[in-house]
């Protein structure tokens, strides 16, 4: 058995079915899609975004690959309107203020398909995962864009990761050994630290209780059950956010540490569909938790419309949600 067949079935990657979502929206009615509208501005406890972002994705300067829907490769932001977002093949940098393109860099000419890309300090960090690389480069686009070789072998598979701060997390599968079974899936998967540093030549080994999603054992009873069908987005301010999309809302969970919900909302004005990062010939286009950014107690995401050929970035405040704590 393949490992990504393995991978879909014992869960180990968080993803969404955005080519079947994308599927169900387009055979929506006008009326159906009016009424879903009407309940998101209605919600008494949706939120609004502060800040909404709209590019047209088959316009062929943004970075995507716009075949059947917006698929990207990359997002992060600072906070204060500036959007970095990796997509198209070669997979470019494009930078925007606001709707205004600041730069446009191709980084890399590699395959990859779980966004692990970051801004940290001064750079912008982007794992080419067919090749087994970091690509960095400037946050300004100045300069060269650099590639450093992962400390990994020619049969490593990288399945997932992401940025811990400057550090990275990767979930690799050794391709030279066929499993068979979750077990000897298990066996030959591994969690890889590679601390930050010039050369990333590093790495050392995390045991199973760093696994990357080992994100839902704390959760009480109540909690996992109603949170069945959201993702974990990470911990901030000392509350776990837990995130679904549906349709034209998003909804959005604070859990606490002992794994209770103390806190609920939805976000308003959603385009329909999430946006997506990669394809897989048996699930199809699915997402990852590294298209959404946690700044101060900003959330960021991005969803798209077919119709519309558009794909908007927004920005919630979440401020409201915790303050309902105090």
Request: aromatic fraction near 12%; proline fraction near 3%; glycine fraction near 8%.
């Amino acid at each position: 058995m393949k490992p990504h067949i393995l991978l879909v079935i014992t869960g180990a990657i968080i993803l969404c079915g955005c080519s079947q979502r994308e599927k169900g929206t387009a055979g929506q009615g006008s009326m159906q899609q009016a009424e879903h509208e009407r309940q998101s501005s209605e919600l008494s406890d949706s939120l609004l975004p502060v800040q909404v972002y709209v590019f047209n994705y088959s316009d062929p300067s943004f970075p995507c690959e716009p075949e059947g829907g917006a698929m990207i490769k990359g997002f992060d932001t600072d906070g204060n309107g500036r959007l970095y977002i990796a997509g198209g093949s070669p997979i470019r940098l494009a930078c925007y203020n606001g709707q205004e393109k600041q730069y446009d860099v191709v980084i890399s000419d590699a395959k990859s398909n779980e966004a692990i890309m970051s801004l940290h300090g001064d750079s912008i960090l982007f794992v080419e995962e067919s090749v087994r690389r970091i690509a960095v480069l400037s946050k300004d686009g100045t300069g060269d864009v650099r590639h450093y070789n992962l400390p990994l072998k020619v049969t490593d598979s990288i399945m997932s990761g992401a940025f811990r701060g400057g550090d990275l997390e990767l979930e690799v599968y050794d391709n030279s050994v066929v499993a068979h079974n979750h077990e000897e899936f298990t066996k030959n998967t591994h969690i890889y630290l590679f601390p930050a540093q010039g050369s990333w030549g590093k790495k050392k080994i995390c045991d199973d209780t760093n696994r990357l999603q080992n994100s839902r054992e704390f959760l009480s009873d109540e909690a996992r059950e109603k949170l069945e069908f959201y993702d974990y987005k990470g911990l901030y301010h000392g509350m776990h956010i837990f995130y679904r999309h549906e349709l034209y809302l998003g909804d959005i969970a604070l859990v606490d540490r002992s794994g209770h919900i103390r806190a609920e909302a939805s976000f308003a004005q959603m385009p329909p569909i999430s946006t997506c990062c990669g394809e897989d010939e048996h699930i199809g286009w699915y997402s990852s938790g590294n298209l959404y950014r946690v700044k101060g107690y900003s959330f960021f995401l991005s969803a798209y419309d077919n119709k519309e050929e558009t794909i908007s970035f927004l920005e919630y405040d979440l401020k409201p949600l915790y303050y309902s704590l105090l």
